[in-house]
């Protein structure tokens, strides 16, 4: 397929992905959010029933009473609404993503010489094995004794995802590992989604269909990994846009900065939750997960900050024989490099001008290296310290 197809290919799967991945994510908002809402019924008739909390609500003009039974209504309704696509069609429009944009074209997103993973394809298969081997250890450690103590189970959770974070920092391009961590995560939800709680949902309909009670180990199974997606979400979505921001995925400590920030959108998310709950605690909740948050973000970004530059100052004229060497056998308005249709987001280096107006844009990529992708048109140590003085000057 021609570069021009591909591109709108692209747009086109993107657009889907982010409209399945809004669909779901706020799904399973709603449902942590209604969850952690429930009051007790004061009506002795719906106590009677079965049902275990109730709310009110107002959106949009109507007035809504959902009600969550303890396990299950006496009979199964005419109609019972299921949530799965969401999740689904979001893991197939994700992984077509990450196959056009990080595996038909390796070594422009996804690999960096200077790290560790094979080069081609074999880079692909090992990043495909983060992908798969993620889901079958963390499902193993879910079904291990280790679920038994919940904290058990996530502080290994958290040590393992942290070492991976270490591991796909070290063997691909920053953005190609941000990417794989969160497709990683992505792949653990969905799959818990499709492969424990659809199918324990599924017997537990089954059951009152047929008279009988619902195994109660399947509500805890599906609570317990519907918990896990809660905290997963955050994180995920910080690698979905990190992509856009070199200056953290590719700094010298990405890896670092990749798990101080999932941990952040964690103790983050943790903090919802907790407010979620606050009419328990007469509508008090306690600052200190989210201060824990924003402090690890603060963190990071000041862990992150890139060291003054010396040296003396370096002409636009120098900058733009570099960039011209450099640059733009991509960003031109016919690139040269193949597999690109246009200037890629339309960066364009073709006047002293529109170098110029790139001026603090350049600094954050050549700063990180994260342009040229995979020093793919070998600028040189002294050339980048000179483009970077050049872009830095204040
Ligand atoms: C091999 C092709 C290639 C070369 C060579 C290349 N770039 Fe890029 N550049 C890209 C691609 C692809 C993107 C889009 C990345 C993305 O999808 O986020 C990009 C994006 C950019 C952006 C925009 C980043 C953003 O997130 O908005 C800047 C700035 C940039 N490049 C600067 C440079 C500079 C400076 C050089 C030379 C030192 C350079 N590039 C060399 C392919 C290249």
Redesign the pocket.
Known sequence: MSAYWLDWLSLLTRWAHLIVGIAWIGASFYFVWLDNHLDAPDDEALKAKGVAGELWAVHGGGFYNPQKYRLGPPQMPGHLHWFYWEAYSTWLSGFAMLVLVYFLNPA?NLLDPARAAPAGYAGVAVALGFIVGGWIVYDGLCRSPLAKAGWMLQAVLALLLAQAAFALCWLFSGRGAFILFGAMLGTMMVANVAMVIIPGQRRMVAAIAAGQAPDPRDAQRGKQRSVHNTYFTLPVLLTMIS??Y?GVSNAPRNALALVLLAAAGAAIRHWFVLRHRARERAGRTSPLTLITGLLLIAVTAALLQPPAVGGGPVGMARAQAI?AA??T???AERPS?PG?AAA??G?LFDSPARIEA?RA??AV??QSGA???GN??G?GDDERAE?LRWARAP
């Open positions: 422009l992509n856009h070199a960039v450099r640059c056998s991509c960003h490099f690109l890629p987001k960066v790139r844009a350049i990529q050549v342009m040229p992708p793919l048109t600028l483009l």
